[in-house]
């Protein structure tokens, strides 16, 4: 495990910078969201709202690997470190499966892409395989955190985006949902070594970090382009309008959403062999934006 420095939570406790701290039992009201929630810009609403496809299922599917993983973890602060980081994982897919359902009361019903996504990818391609022999269910097990961290390492990078980002809210984005995304993407910043530390744990090989890399890039930017198809060929007002890369170039620069740059230039980082998550972002950073989101000083409140 990493040498990291202790983040002081609160008197007499600390826990290591990028490790989850606790989970935080937030709530958001929809009623108020409209269906573009981004006024006078589907493109951006429906790009952003990708997350919401992919994430309940990509989440669950985290903490089944993590914890298929954590009785080969024999560091103690680290085994420790593992149960709020599934419960965070798992308050984060309840929240966005909300999403789901009240864009459904919208008229945009993804059942379709969710469900092939759940059944297809993460129910049969990404699952145990348990007819295969021992060692090599121990290298998928294995391979599959190195995807999970490779994940984890985009998540947080979004995370940081979106928190110092006010492209959004010039662009007069709906509060709760940038709420939501900020919240996520500061518990993402918080938690974001959780799962590289594991995987050097019980594997420790850069050859996993690096292709399972060069897999994560493929196949995340194939189902994001896939899902902005998908919801903007669904929504019901838009006549069956499609997205260009036009709009993804017109829309970074507005700071809607992050850039090519700044997306495909977060893998080099990442293969770097000195590279830890602890370099991405701040703990710190993660904190002050929760001390001051709305759901999560209610939640707080309980």
Not at 109 to 136: I, N, S
Request: aromatic share 10%.
């Amino acid at each position: 495990m990493a040498v990291q420095s202790p983040v002081v939570i609160a008197e007499g406790q600390t826990v290591p910078e990028g490790h989850p701290i606790v989970r935080r039992m937030v709530r958001f009201d929809w009623s108020g969201t409209q269906r573009h929630w981004v006024p006078d810009d589907p493109f951006t609403t429906h790009v952003v709202n990708v997350l919401h496809l992919l994430l309940p299922a990509g989440e669950r599917w985290f903490i089944d690997v993590v914890n298929k993983a954590r009785p080969l973890v024999h560091d103690e602060e680290l085994q420790e470190r593992i149960k709020p980081f599934v419960q965070q994982e798992s308050w984060h897919a309840w929240a966005h499966t909300v999403v789901l359902e009240h864009l459904a009361e919208q008229g945009i019903d993804t059942t379709a892409y969710t469900e092939r996504l759940e059944k297809q990818w993460f129910g049969r391609v990404l699952a145990d395989h348990p007819r295969w022999p021992k060692w090599l269910q121990r290298w998928w097990l294995n391979r599959r955190l190195a995807v999970v961290a490779a994940i984890e390492h985009y998540t947080c990078v979004l995370g940081r985006w979106v928190i110092e980002n006010d492209g959004l809210e010039r662009a007069g984005a709906d509060p709760v949902m940038l709420d939501l995304l900020r919240w996520h993407g500061a518990e993402e910043v918080e938690h974001r070594s959780l799962v590289f530390d594991v995987h050097n744990e019980v594997s420790g090989s850069y050859l996993q970090r690096a292709t399972t890399m060069a897999e994560v890039v493929f196949f995340l930017s194939l189902f994001w382009v896939l899902g902005v198809q998908f919801l903007m060929r669904h929504d019901p007002s838009l006549g069956g309008a499609k997205p260009r890369w036009r709009d993804w170039l017109r829309a970074a620069r507005q700071e809607r959403v992050p850039s090519p740059g700044l997306l495909y230039g977060a893998a080099p980082r990442y293969l770097r062999p000195g590279h830890h998550p602890i370099q991405e972002a701040s703990t710190q950073m993660a904190l002050e934006y929760l001390a001051r989101s709305p759901a999560a000083r209610a939640a707080q409140k309980g």
